[in-house]
C-alpha cells in the first residue's frame, strides 16, 4: 500500500499562489487514482482536483480555471498548482489515494496524507 506526506501549505494574500506536493511511498502515485480534497472548520471534506492513471484530470466547479493537478513520476509526487486563491479556499488540504471508483467521492479512496493547512487571507 502506498503511504502519502503532504507539504506546501502555508499563509498567503488572496490572489496568490501555493504549490501542495504529495510524496508517495511503498508504491508509485501512478499506481492509483490520486485526488485532492480540503475540510474547512465546521465543514465536510470536500473534492477538489483527481487525476487518472492516464492523466485524466477533474476539477471542483469551485476551483475550475485557477487550480492544477499533476503528477512527476520521477519524483513519485503529486502535486496541486494554487492560483489566484481565495479566503473561501482556506482549509486542511489532503491529498489521498484511490483504487478505483466515482473520483469525487472521499469513500472511493483507501489510503490519506496526514494534510496540509492552507490560510488565505483578505
Known amino acids: 500500500q502506498v503511504q502519502l506526506v503532504e507539504s506546501g501549505g502555508g499563509l498567503v494574500q488572496a490572489g496568490g499562489s501555493l504549490r501542495l506536493s504529495c510524496a508517495c511511498s511503498g508504491r508509485t502515485c501512478s499506481s492509483y487514482l490520486m485526488g485532492w480534497f480540503r475540510q474547512a472548520p465546521e465543514k465536510e471534506r470536500e473534492f477538489v482536483a483527481a487525476?487518472?492513471?492516464?492523466?485524466?484530470?477533474w476539477y471542483a466547479d469551485s476551483v475550475k480555471g485557477r487550480f492544477t493537478i499533476s503528477r512527476d513520476n520521477a519524483k513519485n509526487a503529486v502535486y496541486l498548482q494554487m492560483n489566484s486563491l481565495k479566503p473561501e479556499d482556506t482549509a486542511v488540504y489532503y491529498c489521498a489515494g484511490s483504487h478505483g471508483g466515482r473520483y469525487y467521492y472521499r469513500d472511493s479512496y483507501a489510503y490519506w496524507g496526514q494534510g496540509t493547512q492552507v490560510t488565505v487571507s483578505s
Open positions: 487525476l487518472s492513471w492516464s492523466e485524466t484530470t
